[in-house]
């Protein structure tokens, strides 16, 4: 037999163009995998939480108003005639952006990070507020809490994120959120409870006494219950309103 004779055998994939697909597409996901691990240990191994400090004089501010952006908010019992502003921040592969600032009457906070890139990074802010001064807080995304504060008016409102107050003795709360949950719980005795919230849940603990209030309490699709007894001439007023959540009105 000659060399022409002979059979030549040419190098060929005879796999079927779906199963080279595929094994492309699982080559991929498992290289994306691998680079993303490796993106998320090199974030944790840099993780580091700093913490920083400022005092904002009040001045003749007849209120206080803090556009707080992304940042989670606690709001707690401060000084006379200062905000003082702590803020806890956590980076990692990344550095998390913060700024604070004051203009007029209005605290702005500017804080931001790429959580894909960094998990676990952000910032979290804490609020000394002075006894009795109105206080505005706003967010996007962040949940804003209010813990143990007497006198004044609070409103919180954000797009985006859950809304939390105990152990309250203030005059009023207002709260509204897009797709956050709404829980209050009073220490003593508000004027008013005003909460809404697009599509989550709503709970508020009244505490017991002389007082009593006009209740409003409507969702669209949710359940709705209450014991605190409406009262059209009542001294105070509780509105709550929600579309999909449930609201839960209890009495101390």
Not at 5 to 31: F, H, K, N, Q
Not at 75 to 92: H, L, M, Y
Not at 181 to 198: G, L, M, N, R, V
Not at 205 to 221: C, E, H, L, P, Q
């Amino acid at each position: 037999m000659t060399e022409s004779d002979e059979e030549v055998v040419a190098d060929y994939d005879v796999r079927s163009p779906a199963s080279r697909t595929l094994l492309t597409v699982v080559g991929t996901i498992l290289t994306v995998a691998v680079v993303a691990g490796l993106v998320l240990g090199v974030s944790i191994l840099k993780r580091g939480t700093t913490m920083t400090t400022s005092d904002i004089e009040l001045g003749d501010a007849a209120s206080i108003k803090v556009d707080a952006g992304s940042s989670d908010v606690r709001i707690v019992q401060g000084d006379p005639g200062i905000v003082r502003v702590k803020a806890r921040i956590t980076s990692g592969l990344r550095k998390t952006d913060f700024q604070i600032g004051r203009r007029g009457d209005q605290i702005k906070i500017v804080s931001g990070c790429q959580s894909w890139l960094n998990p676990g990074c952000g910032v979290d802010t804490t609020l000394e507020v002075p006894e009795g001064y109105p206080v505005e807080i706003r967010t996007t995304s962040g949940d804003v809490t209010a813990s143990d504060i007497t006198e004044g008016v609070i409103t919180i409102i954000s797009d985006s994120g859950d809304i939390s107050g105990s152990g309250l003795e203030v005059d009023e709360l207002a709260a509204q959120t897009g797709s956050g949950d709404i829980e209050a719980s009073f220490a003593k005795q508000p004027f008013a409870f005003k909460a809404t919230s697009d599509s989550g849940d709503i709970s508020a603990d009244m505490a017991d006494g002389k007082r009593t209030y006009a209740v409003t309490a409507t969702s669209k699709s949710g359940d709705v219950s209450s014991d605190v007894k409406s009262d059209d001439d009542g001294a105070g007023f509780i509105r709550a309103t929600t579309s999909d959540g449930d609201i839960s009105l209890t009495m101390q």
